[in-house]
């Protein structure tokens, strides 16, 4: 099983799980054209970034900053170091036929 990032830790963005928030830190890509498209889409330091949605297979992961979504490859999520700001809540799953009229 992943770690599970608390509250302050450094993570890359890829490791967030859905629900998690971070405020980025940095980039740690050489790759000038990624860096440059990235910031003009609102990824600047001290920005709030929202794990949103992971795809079925886990590649692309929509995140969430600004007020708009965004999705990301997974390698590209991997350059960018973030600080957990929000905790991973386990979701619960409901039980079939909830719906029962006593």
Do not use: H
């Amino acid at each position: 099983m992943d770690k599970i990032y608390g509250i302050n830790e450094t993570c890359k963005l890829s490791e967030l799980k859905v629900g998690q928030a971070g405020k980025l830190i940095s980039f740690s890509n050489e790759n000038k054209a990624l860096r440059r498209r990235l910031l003009d889409m609102g990824l600047t330091k001290g920005v709030l970034i929202d794990i949103k949605m992971i795809s079925p297979l886990g590649d692309p992961i929509s995140i969430g900053l600004r007020g708009y979504q965004l999705c990301l490859r997974k390698e590209d999520m991997e350059n960018i170091l973030v600080s957990v700001t929000k905790e991973y809540v386990v979701p619960v799953k409901e039980k079939k036929g909830g719906n029962k009229r006593g």
